[in-house]
């Protein structure tokens, strides 16, 4: 069994920063893709970034040059620095893992349960 446990979140005003992290831990082979996408109330779930194993990363245009991904791969976890927030970041924070599990031929997809980000001042 696998897990992804989310931390970071919180109440911050606006123009200041957070960093999320995401750990995977469990029965892994090994980490593909790691994630992360937001849910705000009444919208649907966007990704936010993305980062491969190898280090290659993609933003969505809304968080281009103020958010940056990062991971650690021998910790198997995933980092999300957010500068210059505003109050439309403020979201359910969800982080995604692509994750070949030991003893399988497959790759299954993996959620943490979710951070709060809450911008306002």
């Known amino acids: 069994q696998v897990h992804l446990v989310e931390s970071g979140g919180g109440l911050v005003q606006p123009g200041g920063s957070l960093r999320l992290s995401c750990a995977a831990s469990?029965?892994?082979?090994?980490?593909?893709?790691m994630g992360w996408y937001r849910q705000a109330p009444g919208k649907q779930r966007e990704l936010v970034a993305s980062?491969?194993?190898?280090?290659?990363?993609n933003y969505a245009d809304s968080v281009k040059g103020r958010f940056t991904i990062s991971r650690d791969n021998a910790k198997n976890t995933v980092y999300l620095q957010m500068n210059s927030l505003k109050p439309e970041d403020t979201a359910v924070y969800y982080c995604?893992?692509?994750?070949?599990?030991?003893?399988?031929?497959?790759?299954?997809?993996?959620w943490g349960q979710g951070t709060q980000v809450t911008v306002s001042s």
């Open positions: 469990g029965s892994i082979f090994m980490v593909n893709s």
């Open positions: 980062i491969t194993s190898g280090g290659s990363t």
């Open positions: 995604n893992a692509d994750i070949r599990v030991r003893f399988s031929t497959r790759n299954y997809d993996y």
